[in-house]
């Protein structure tokens, strides 16, 4: 068993909070773009959250 640790599903805001939920939801920073928008579910194993720059 030497599988890496991955994380399982999660839901990420793009909106600039860089906002990360265990849950779907909407995105609770007041001061983000993205504020009230829906997350994007997101399935990476790194952290990374793909295109999160
Ligand atoms: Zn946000
Ligand atoms: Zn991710």
Redesign the pocket.
């Known amino acids: 068993m030497n599988e890496e640790t991955k994380q399982e599903k999660h839901y990420i805001?793009?909106?600039?909070?860089?906002?990360v939920s265990p849950l779907p939801g909407v995105?609770?920073?007041p001061d983000?773009?993205?504020?009230n928008?829906e997350?994007v579910e997101c399935n990476c194993t790194d952290g990374l959250h793909n295109d999160f720059k």
């Open positions: 805001c793009k909106g600039g909070c860089k906002g995105c609770q920073a983000c773009a993205n504020h928008h997350l």
